[in-house]
């Protein structure tokens, strides 16, 4: 399942050009658009940056709904855009990541799509909180939406250094065991934050058995008014389709997502040793300037004992302390 668009619609030309070559592209790899995305209120960090282009927009996106017969999604903040979206024709609309963290929101927005046949899209909050994506997939459920999607873009992480949003598939992945007959679709537009890491995130989701993607897509991203990194040329969404495989029937597939998770969590080992030691250099020069010894061991001592818990079993509190003794020896190593 594709959805594909810009990550606003900015201009006439801008949306109908982007629909026009996505259609070439489409035509020609024989990958459908199950849906044409695109921003018309953009929830920016900056309220001097660009914050989308409103009710107008709405009618261009319905031009190109009726041209290229793709519904077309656009973003909800509030009842009155769900109003809005109704009277030009648009019934899929998605809940972003900013909107998710707030419940009443949320709710005032399941009231709105009660009143019309609506596709609701529902991102994971900006919080890594299970609960709350299905507590808000749940309240459009309730309130008899067509069709609830789950999309999962990611999760802000003061640690990743990577990717825009970390990928946290753990959340995804317990979804999906907790809500078998959701589609949950990946956007990596908004998880990577840059065209390069695409292809990848892209793939691993499809073999995680994700139901589709969400990637940004316009036909001059240099020149985007939002989200320039990370927006696809239609070309380049062509070949990204072209290159995907899909593999969710793989007998292994379970192996699959919990070996994928360990990547992932190996990743984030490796990345944190890297910052570990950053800190410990910072670490070394202030001893240096201070005169003081590079070796404090009743220091170590106590950084040990928090790790060790009385009820861990005897072979795993050896394996910390080897590992935490030949982290130490690194470090002193390093500061030396
Ligand atoms: C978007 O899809 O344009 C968007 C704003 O996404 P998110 O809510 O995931 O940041
Ligand atoms: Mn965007």
Known sequence: MWIVGPCAAESEFQVKETAAQLAQV??????????????????RSNPSSFCGAGEPALAWLSEVQRQYGWPVCVEVMTPEHVALCHRYDIHTVWVGARTAVNPTQVQLLADAVRKGNFTVLVKNPLVPDLNLWMGNIERFQQAGAHEVIAVHRGCPDANENVYRNAPCWDIPVKLRVKMPHLKIVCDPSHLCGSTKWIPQISQIALNYGFNGLMVECHHNPKQALSDEQQQL????WGTLAAHLQVRTNAPNHDLFCQR???ENIDTQISQLLLKRMEVVDVIADIKKNNNLPVIQPQQW????????????????????????DLLHQASIERQK
């Open 26 to 43: 489409s035509a020609a790899a024989g990958h459908r658009l199950n849906w044409f995305r695109a921003g018309v209120w953009k929830p």
């Open 260 to 262: 994928t998770l360990l």
């Open 233 to 236: 040329t239609p070309q380049e």
């Open 301 to 324: 001592q106590l950084v040990v004992e928090r790790y060790l818990k009385p009820d861990q079993d005897e072979a795993y509190k050896q394996f910390v302390r080897q590992f935490l």
